[in-house]
T-cell receptor
Framework: IAGITQAPTSQILAAGRRMTLRCTQD?????MYWYRQDLGLGLRLIHYSNTAGTTGKGEVPDGYSVSRANTDDFPLTLASAVPSQTSVYFC?????????????????FGPGTRLTVL | GENVEQHPSTLSVQEGDSAVIKCTYS??????FPWYKQELGKRPQLIID?????GEKKDQRIAVTLNKTAKHFSLHITETQPEDSAVYFCAASASPPPGRRALTFGSGTRLQVQP
């Protein structure tokens, strides 16, 4: 693995089904993020994690959950998919530097998952 | 929370001309402003960023300016080339530590460089 990867690349899902999007990074970044990208709306933050064991809600968290059991993995789960969750999902990671230090470093994005909910 | 507005939504220029994309933000605490380029079907990639302790930053044909008083920042691309055609996103981060460092994105500008 080099950088940040996502799986699956694309998925068509029936409404009401449960789905987990996977994200893995090997850069030892402490911060990870999930965004969704819809036409004309840019990227919107769903959930984030500053470090393993902690998560937080972003701008559009409803219908999604995340976990951060370790540094490398940050899965996103749709418990019961709805058509409005049709989107392209991007995972990202960054090295936020030393705890307590203001450090803004580049966010690296995964290749994305195209999800269609019918 | 932070709100970032980006204009124009589409921009068409002739090869060799300059392109300017503008963004405004709402949170005066924001102090990190990256710009991402996204080609069709690809992931966003950072092209330049600026922090609030500087007013301008340049990297070859790309420059970014920041006006903290007016809460706006701009991307300038000079001598545009067809390969500059893409969607460009501005973003802002308003997260002092130890809060989250997630980005709030503008809605994007589709730049088309005509050969």
């Amino acid at each position: 693995i080099a950088g940040i990867t996502q799986a699956p690349t694309s998925q068509i899902l029936a409404a009401g089904r449960r789905m987990t999007l996977r994200c893995t990074q090997d850069m030892r970044h402490n911060a990870m993020y999930w965004y969704r990208q819809d036409l004309g709306l840019g990227l919107r933050l769903i959930h984030y994690s500053n470090t393993a064991g902690t998560t937080g809600k972003g701008e559009v968290p409803d219908g999604y959950s995340v976990s951060r059991a370790n540094t490398d993995d940050f899965p996103l789960t749709l418990a019961s998919a709805v058509p409005s969750q049709t989107s392209v999902y991007f995972c990202a990671s960054s090295d936020s530097g030393l705890a307590g230090v203001s450090s803004y470093n580049e966010q690296f994005f995964g290749p994305g998952t195209r999800l269609t909910v019918l | 929370g932070e709100n970032v507005e980006q204009h124009p939504s589409t921009l068409s220029v002739q090869e060799g001309d300059s392109a300017v994309i503008k963004c405004t933000y709402s949170d005066s605490a924001s102090n990190y402003f990256p710009w991402y380029k996204q080609e069709l079907g690809k992931r966003p990639q950072l092209i330049i960023d600026i922090r609030s302790n500087v007013g301008e930053k340049k990297d070859q044909r790309i420059a970014v300016t920041l006006n903290k008083t007016a809460k706006h920042f701009s991307l300038h691309i000079t001598e545009t080339q067809p390969e500059d055609s893409a969607v460009y996103f501005c973003a802002a981060s308003a997260s002092p530590p130890p809060g989250r460092r997630a980005l709030t994105f503008g809605s994007g500008t589709r730049l088309q460089v005509q050969p």
